[in-house]
């Protein structure tokens, strides 16, 4: 074991601590602006709850966020992010690891960087002595590299430098060989945070409960792996405490034995999105509007309870209201994605001319795509490699297109990451990229993904509508939702020349109606098929939806129901501002598998 000299008092290092990270997290950028803006101006509070349910939901998440929306309205008590790992009244247990949930852009980070200022300037949390804050995409590129524990948060976190190696290799040492596992009689109080943990490309090991026995030495050089999984199963420091940020399809990557907490991030709630727009939008005349106008598009609205599409919703509908008054506003999704991209392309057809702003934006498309396939959000040299992007090339388009597609430094120059401002912009991007192959005859590079490269664009349709519903995480739902969408012709229209001038017959957009109406039922789930129904929406096809409220307000309810008759159906009774006392299911004639 290193010998370590006796250092200076812990609250010495916790001012300095506070001090280097308060000028880190004072300020930040938007993943959509170049400029930094402080955290407390733009900060609105986000919904959060605790709870006991940590499972897997195989929904997409923007349909997750439909069904959670609605516990918003129940007596859900919320959670303010300063009593994360505060006990309930008049319960003691002992709270070591608190996993927090969310889906992608709902303000995870942003919370970790609001409670870490608040830290910072005294506001809460003061009985935490040192907060150690990582992210996933810091350390992704030390896989395969060894450290010892204060090594390596000198390496990932700079502003701990100021606390030499040998202080924290003192304070670690001290709380490893006590023996205590509780952090309330612990002397030295630490919390450690793991950011992003579905970005994580390590390999913990914490899936299983088994425990091991054995102290480690926390001074000993180690792989990133190894250090992390020792932290989370309580191997080194047991008496630290853990806070880690995912979405849920990584939750299941972390042992329910070793979690005592989970929370769970929902986003802005109703009274929340309207503050969001009234301090982006001072003239109250116009920011009534813009609320009106989401309150009429259930998709709008729902979409909403994340942050970032308020900003991209704020950035078209602001667009919109000064250049085409009177005109029509987008309400379904794909409209809104799409006057985002025309918008984005249009403000740089100026300066970089039309063909090279085009050219970009494919280049995206097609990196969009491919790493979608892969499940990955964030993007290092290989990845970009494997798309066929160089990483001056990526610099390039993250600064063209801003608002788009951003570059994150990593510790040194060359460790550069690079990633879409929200995973429903890679989606969008990656179904422009679909109908790019499909309009310009370039079929063979979608071969390994349909398993042809010579089909009609209906069966190009179902053939994707197919994969998506045999996706186990449901991550391919948007993605074929504004795939659906770009077939409209208006939609093509707002995007220009990008996706080529193809014209879609008639009687093809009727054979895609068909054939999602005609899907066969046998192995989707009742959750899945409600993406069916959205796909027609996207198509302006209201058939369904019409058929069901003639069919909710008949008194004869002989006529069966399909499976998406029955998805329509439990959606619509789902998204009902009436609370039902009594849902009678005999009154409808169902299908078996509705």
Same mark, same amino acid.
């Given at each position: 074991?290193?010998?370590?000299? *006796?250092?200076?008092?812990?609250?010495?290092?916790?001012?300095?601590?506070?001090?280097?990270?308060?000028?880190?997290?004072?300020?930040?950028?938007?993943?959509?602006?170049?400029?930094?803006?402080?955290?407390?101006?733009?900060?609105?509070?986000?919904?959060?709850?605790?709870?006991?349910?940590?499972?897997?939901?195989?929904?997409?998440?923007?349909?997750?966020?439909?069904?959670?929306?609605?516990?918003?309205?129940?007596?859900?008590?919320?959670?303010?992010?300063?009593?994360?790992?505060?006990?309930?009244?008049?319960?003691?247990?002992?709270?070591?690891?608190?996993?927090?949930?969310?889906?992608?852009?709902?303000?995870?980070?942003?919370?970790?960087?609001?409670?870490?200022?608040?830290?910072?300037?005294?506001?809460?949390?003061?009985?935490?002595?040192?907060?150690?804050?990582?992210?996933?995409?810091?350390?992704?590129?030390?896989?395969?590299?060894?450290?010892?524990?204060?090594?390596?948060?000198?390496?990932?976190?700079?502003?701990?430098?100021?606390?030499?190696?040998?202080?924290?290799?003192?304070?670690?040492?001290?709380?490893?060989?006590?023996?205590?596992?509780?952090?309330?009689?612990?002397?030295?109080?630490?919390?450690?945070?793991?950011?992003?943990?579905?970005?994580?490309?390590?390999?913990?090991?914490?899936?299983?409960?088994?425990?091991?026995?054995?102290?480690?030495?926390?001074?000993?050089?180690?792989?990133?792996?190894?250090?992390?999984?020792?932290?989370?199963?309580?191997?080194?420091?047991?008496?630290?405490?853990?806070?880690?940020?995912?979405?849920?399809?990584?939750?299941?990557?972390?042992?329910?034995?070793?979690?005592?907490?989970?929370?769970?991030?929902?986003?802005?709630?109703?009274?929340?999105?309207?503050?969001?727009?009234?301090?982006?939008?001072?003239?109250?005349?116009?920011?009534?509007?813009?609320?009106?106008?989401?309150?009429?598009? $259930?998709?709008?609205?729902?979409?909403?309870?994340?942050?970032?599409?308020?900003?991209?919703?704020?950035?078209?509908?602001?667009?919109?209201?000064?250049?085409?008054?009177?005109? *029509?506003?987008?309400?379904?999704?794909?409209?809104?994605?799409?006057?985002?991209?025309?918008?984005?392309?249009? $403000?740089?057809?100026?300066?970089?001319?039309?063909?090279?702003?085009?050219?970009?934006?494919?280049?995206?498309?097609?990196?969009?795509?491919?790493?979608?396939?892969?499940?990955?959000?964030?993007?290092?040299?290989?990845?970009?490699?494997?798309?066929?992007?160089?990483?001056?090339?990526?610099?390039?388009?993250?600064?063209?297109?801003?608002?788009?597609?951003?570059?994150?430094?990593?510790?040194?120059?060359?460790?550069?990451?690079?990633?879409?401002?929200?995973?429903?912009?890679?989606?969008?991007?990656?179904?422009?990229?679909?109908?790019?192959?499909?309009?310009?005859?370039?079929?063979?590079?979608?071969?390994?993904?349909?398993?042809?490269?010579?089909?009609?664009?209906?069966?190009?349709?179902?053939?994707?509508?197919?994969?998506?519903?045999?996706?186990?995480?449901?991550?391919?739902?948007?993605?074929?939702?504004?795939?659906?969408?770009?077939?409209?012709?208006?939609?093509?229209?707002?995007?220009?020349?990008?996706?080529?001038?193809?014209?879609?017959?008639?009687?093809?957009?009727?054979?895609?109606?068909?054939?999602?109406?005609?899907?066969?039922?046998?192995?989707?789930?009742?959750?899945?098929?409600?993406?069916?129904?959205?796909?027609?929406?996207?198509?302006?096809?209201?058939?369904?939806?019409?058929?069901?409220?003639?069919?909710?307000?008949?008194?004869?309810?002989?006529?069966?129901?399909?499976?998406?008759?029955?998805?329509?159906?439990?959606?619509?009774?789902?998204?009902?501002?009436?609370?039902?006392?009594?849902?009678?299911?005999?009154?409808?004639?169902?299908?078996?598998?509705?």
């Amino acid at each position: 074991m290193v010998p370590v000299p *006796e250092p200076q008092p812990i609250t010495y290092y916790q001012q300095m601590l506070q001090s280097n990270l308060q000028d880190q997290f004072v300020c930040v950028k938007p993943g959509w602006s170049e400029v930094d803006q402080h955290l407390d101006d733009i900060y609105t509070e986000l919904y959060i709850t605790a709870g006991p349910d940590s499972h897997i939901n195989t929904q997409h998440e923007v349909q997750k966020l439909e069904t959670t929306q609605q516990k918003q309205r129940s007596a859900e008590e919320p959670v303010k992010p300063s009593d994360l790992f505060k006990h309930p009244p008049g319960k003691y247990r002992r709270i070591r690891t608190v996993l927090t949930n969310g889906i992608a852009g709902i303000g995870k980070t942003v919370l970790v960087n609001k409670f870490v200022l608040d830290w910072t300037q005294q506001r809460s949390n003061q009985d935490v002595h040192l907060i150690f804050p990582f992210t996933f995409r810091r350390l992704n590129p030390l896989k395969g590299q060894t450290f010892t524990l204060s090594e390596l948060i000198h390496e990932c976190i700079p502003e701990t430098e100021s606390i030499s190696l040998e202080a924290l290799n003192y304070i670690f040492t001290h709380l490893q060989s006590s023996g205590n596992s509780n952090y309330d009689k612990s002397s030295f109080k630490l919390l450690f945070v793991f950011d992003g943990l579905d970005e994580s490309r390590l390999q913990l090991d914490c899936s299983t409960s088994e425990k091991e026995t054995g102290q480690r030495d926390v001074t000993e050089s180690t792989s990133v792996d190894e250090l992390l999984t020792n932290l989370i199963r309580g191997n080194l420091l047991r008496s630290a405490r853990i806070w880690i940020t995912t979405r849920p399809a990584a939750a299941n990557q972390i042992h329910g034995d070793f979690v005592e907490v989970v929370t769970e991030v929902r986003g802005f709630s109703d009274p929340q999105k309207e503050e969001y727009f009234r301090k982006r939008f001072r003239d109250e005349e116009q920011s009534k509007r813009i609320i009106s106008h989401i309150k009429t598009s $259930r998709s709008l609205h729902i979409m909403c309870h994340i942050p970032v599409f308020c900003w991209i919703t704020a950035t078209v509908l602001e667009d919109l209201l000064e250049t085409r008054e009177g005109g *029509e506003l987008p309400k379904t999704l794909t409209e809104m994605y799409a006057e985002f991209l025309g918008f984005q392309m249009d $403000r740089t057809k100026d300066k970089y001319g039309p063909e090279q702003s085009s050219t970009y934006i494919k280049s995206l498309a097609k990196l969009a795509f491919e790493q979608l396939l892969k499940g990955n959000l964030i993007f290092y040299e290989e990845d970009l490699k494997e798309s066929g992007i160089d990483v001056s090339g990526a610099s390039v388009c993250s600064g063209v297109f801003t608002e788009i597609f951003k570059q994150e430094r990593g510790r040194k120059a060359k460790d550069k990451m690079f990633s879409f401002v929200h995973l429903s912009v890679q989606e969008f991007l990656a179904a422009v990229h679909m109908m790019l192959c499909y309009n310009k005859g370039r079929m063979e590079e979608l071969q390994n993904f349909l398993y042809t490269s010579n089909a009609a664009l209906d069966d190009v349709m179902s053939r994707t509508m197919k994969k998506s519903l045999q996706s186990p995480s449901g991550h391919l739902d948007l993605f074929v939702r504004f795939l659906h969408g770009l077939c409209v012709e208006s939609n093509q229209r707002i995007l220009g020349g990008l996706l080529g001038h193809t014209e879609i017959s008639p009687k093809t957009i009727q054979r895609i109606i068909y054939n999602l109406k005609d899907m066969n039922s046998d192995r989707i789930s009742p959750d899945r098929g409600i993406n069916i129904f959205h796909c027609l929406m996207e198509m302006n096809d209201h058939s369904v939806h019409r058929q069901i409220q003639q069919f909710m307000k008949s008194e004869n309810r002989s006529e069966r129901l399909s499976l998406i008759q029955c998805s329509a159906l439990a959606y619509m009774l789902q998204m009902s501002e009436e609370v039902l006392d009594e849902l009678d299911l005999n009154k409808y004639n169902t299908s078996e598998e509705g």
